[in-house]
Structures are given as structure tokens and as C-alpha cells.
């Protein structure tokens, strides 16, 4: 295996950071999520060394284990929660806790939400006295709602990040819902979102809190350049084929059916590839139908879930890596991708064009277009790509440059 890929402060970053944190040693950090693993665990990872302590809630359904036992959609929406925790590498001054919100897994359930994880969050806060000088909230609704009201409660600065569907889609399915929104990132003392696309909706609501775009990022100790022979052997992938990758949960936003759709087009052309889909959810057995009356059981892979940590080997183990999501703010998996030094396909939807900025890293497709899709992936797999041009721009995006703009945030809201 390679080393890793170094990233760097430079000395100005370097200084700003110590500037920045040099008061941040005594204070506690109160973080409030849906979940503790991926991209909202790589960054809380990386900014807890600077606070006393750091204590992290996270929103867990009580049943939400049986969606994994149970077949039936309404579980199926809350039983990723139940897996959401990875303690792996964690600081030691950090402190992870799971709060129990029971909802109905249903539009009025969810409508209900912020409430019940204010109550929870609030009730554990009490119970065990946690301290905490600033709250930050991932996604703004329900986290952000339950940071807003203890914000209103303990009269402590309250940061909010917007992420993707909570901005670009919740705020515009009806007047409660736009209400409900614009009550969370006015209570903010600053909205952090994660690209400019989500910061153009925020800018059709009536907020006047100060909002700073900060792109998400990914784990340059994690996903780095590797022997790509090696990784497939590791992976029991064959060494002559084309291997065409997506990572993502099996939702209908992600689209793997128009992938699945733009394989059997490419295979008319050229039959040395692999498509290989990483992830588990509710449309498994609607793709499994649909590969099988294609009649592409020889072309495309379902793996299932695979654990955050192994995912390197996957890209590693790739020619090309497939975004074909319908919607997104500003999808982690494709800032690994880069970080990996492999090229990326995906379509134009949230912050995807604001990053594949040149044909040097990328290739953009329209959104639910098999025939685009597939004319991209072709021409990507003849194309000769430089691992170091995009290593090179994938640097930007370490979580370790990332989150010094995270850190003037909190210092601007403690001031």
C-alpha cells in the first residue's frame, strides 16, 4: 500500500489556526446529529482536540433495530440510526451519546420531530449536567431545531450546518414546513451550508442570519492512493475488468436505476466492465429485479453496506467512480474519490459542478438521463486521467483545511 496523502497547513494557516483556538481549550462543544460516523464524524473528529470537551447526542429511534429484522418501509426510513455510531479513533476528550426519540415513521411523524429531540436532548443535558459554551447542530431539521430551542433555553451560541434535503427540499413543501426552517436559521448566530447551490435556496427564505458556504470534505488519512491490484485482490474483484463504482445509500434520490440503465447501453458496446453498487436500503430487491431483467447479473455488483473504513479499498480498487443522484448539497463520497486520486462521473445537481470545476477530474452528466450517463462513463473509461492533478485539487478539500474555516465560525458566534 501507498502512504498516505499528506496534507499540509501552511504557515499562515497554520498561524491563523493557532490565533483561532488559542481560547477554545476551555470551552465545551455541544454537537447535535442524526448520526456519528462518515462526514459528520470525520469533522467533529478533527475539531475536538481544540475544546475541553466535547459532547456529542445523537438522535436514535428506540426501534429502529427491527428495521434491519423487519421488512416494511416505514422502519426501513429509520433503522439506518440504529448503525449510526463508529467510536473508531475517537478523541478522548470527546464523549459520544445516544438520545431516544420515538416518532412515527410517517410525514406527520416527522413533522413532530423537532420537539421530541429537543425533549430528549434537553432531558439528558439535565440529567447528566453537561456543560457546553456553543452548540452545533448537523442538519437543520430535527438537530437544528432541538439546538434552536436550547440556544433559547441556556442563552449559549447556537452554529447550524444545512446539508442537503433540509435546505433544497423541506423549506419549500409547504408554509409550516418554510416556517419551521426559517424559526431554526434565524435563531442561528451563523449558518454554515455546503455549497452555493443550497446557499441559493436559503437565499429565497426570509433569513437574516450571516451564512458561510463550507464545502464538506474527507479523511486524507483514510482515503489516499493505493495499489489498485492489491485492493481488488483484497476485495475478490477481477484484475481484467473496467470496474465502474458508486457508494450510497439504495434510495431513489441516489439514483443507481439510471446507472443500472446506462449499463446495459454500455455493454452493447463493450462487455470488459463491472459495475460494482456499494450500499444498503429499501430499493436492494427493486435493483435486483431490474439487473436480472436486463439480464446484467454478469455486469453489475450489489455488495450491500460496507463498513466507512473499508470504503477506500473500493475506490482504490476502481477505474471510475459514479455519482448518479437525482439531488444532493455536497456529496462526501465524491471529495473521496478525488482524495483517492481516481476520476468521478456525476451528475449536475447541488455542489457536484461547483467542485468538478475541469474535464481534468471529472465529467458532469445531466440528472435521470441513462443515455448522457452512459456517453460520459464511456468516454471516461477511454480517457488517460493524471492521479496527481486531481490529488493535487482533491487537497483543498481535506477535512484539516476545511475546518479552519469551521473554527472562525465558532470563534465569530463566541464572541
Known amino acids: 500500500m501507498e502512504e498516505g496523502l499528506i496534507v ?3 504557515i499562515e494557516e497554520y498561524c491563523c489556526r493557532m490565533t483561532i483556538t488559542k481560547g477554545m481549550g476551555c470551552k465545551n462543544l455541544l454537537v447535535i446529529c442524526h448520526a456519528y460516523n462518515n462526514f459528520q464524524k470525520d469533522v467533529i473528529d478533527v475539531l475536538a482536540p481544540d475544546f475541553s470537551s466535547v459532547n456529542v447526542v445523537v438522535r436514535k429511534h428506540p426501534i429502529a433495530g427491527l428495521g434491519k429484522i423487519i421488512s416494511v418501509p416505514q422502519l426501513e426510513r429509520i433503522s439506518s440510526a440504529y448503525y449510526a455510531i463508529d467510536c473508531a479513533n475517537t478523541s478522548q476528550n470527546t464523549h459520544i451519546h445516544q438520545t431516544p426519540v420515538w416518532y412515527i415513521p410517517t410525514n406527520g411523524g416527522y413533522r413532530k420531530l423537532g420537539d421530541r429531540h429537543y425533549s ?4 439528558f443535558v439535565q440529567r447528566w449536567g453537561i456543560k457546553f459554551d456553543l452548540i452545533h447542530a448537523h442538519f ?7 439546538g434552536a ?16 434535503y433540509d435546505v433544497y427540499s423541506l423549506p419549500f ?7 419551521r426552517i426559517e424559526y431554526v436559521l434565524n435563531t442561528a448566530d451563523h449558518v454554515i451550508t455546503v455549497s452555493q447551490s443550497n446557499l441559493a435556496c436559503i437565499k429565497k427564505l426570509d433569513v437574516s442570519t450571516p451564512v458561510t458556504v463550507i464545502p464538506n470534505g474527507f479523511r486524507s488519512d483514510l482515503f489516499y492512493p493505493r495499489d489498485s491490484s492489491e485492493c481488488r485482490k483484497l476485495l475478490n474483484l477481477p484484475q481484467d475488468k473496467k470496474i465502474i463504482l458508486t457508494v450510497g445509500n439504495l434510495e431513489p434520490v441516489k439514483g443507481q436505476k439510471y446507472l443500472v440503465e446506462a449499463v446495459q447501453r454500455i455493454v452493447r458496446e463493450r462487455k470488459d466492465i463491472l459495475c460494482v453498487i456499494v450500499g444498503a436500503g429499501k430499493l436492494r430487491n427493486t435493483l435486483e429485479r431490474q439487473i436480472r431483467s436486463l439480464g446484467l447479473e454478469d455486469y453489475v455488483m450489489l455488495t450491500g453496506g460496507k463498513p466507512h473504513d473499508e ?13 448518479p443522484s437525482l439531488n444532493e448539497g ?17 451528475t449536475r445537481v447541488g455542489g457536484v459542478p461547483e467542485v468538478i470545476t475541469s474535464n481534468k477530474y471529472g465529467l458532469l452528466v445531466e440528472s435521470a438521463d441513462p443515455d448522457d450517463l452512459a456517453e460520459k462513463i464511456m468516454l471516461a473509461l477511454d480517457q488517460e486521467w493524471n492521479g496527481e492533478t486531481i490529488l ?3 487537497k483543498q478539500y481535506a477535512w484539516k483545511k476545511i475546518t479552519l474555516d469551521i473554527m472562525k465560525v465558532y470563534a465569530c458566534s463566541l464572541q
Open 8 to 10: 499540509k497547513l501552511s
Open 120 to 123: 430528549s436532548v434537553r432531558s
Open 140 to 146: 437543520i431539521w430535527s438537530s437544528g431545531y432541538a
Open 149 to 164: 430551542r436550547l440556544k433559547e433555553e441556556y442563552g449559549v451560541p447556537f452554529v447550524v450546518t444545512g446539508h442537503g
Open 173 to 179: 413543501k409547504d408554509n409550516e414546513w418554510r416556517e
Open 311 to 323: 470504503i477506500p479499498l473500493w475506490m482504490n480498487a476502481c477505474d471510475l467512480f459514479v455519482l
Open 330 to 346: 455536497n456529496p462526501t463520497v465524491m471529495f473521496e474519490t478525488l482524495g483517492c486520486g481516481r476520476p468521478f462521473v456525476g
Open 392 to 394: 493535487r485539487w482533491a
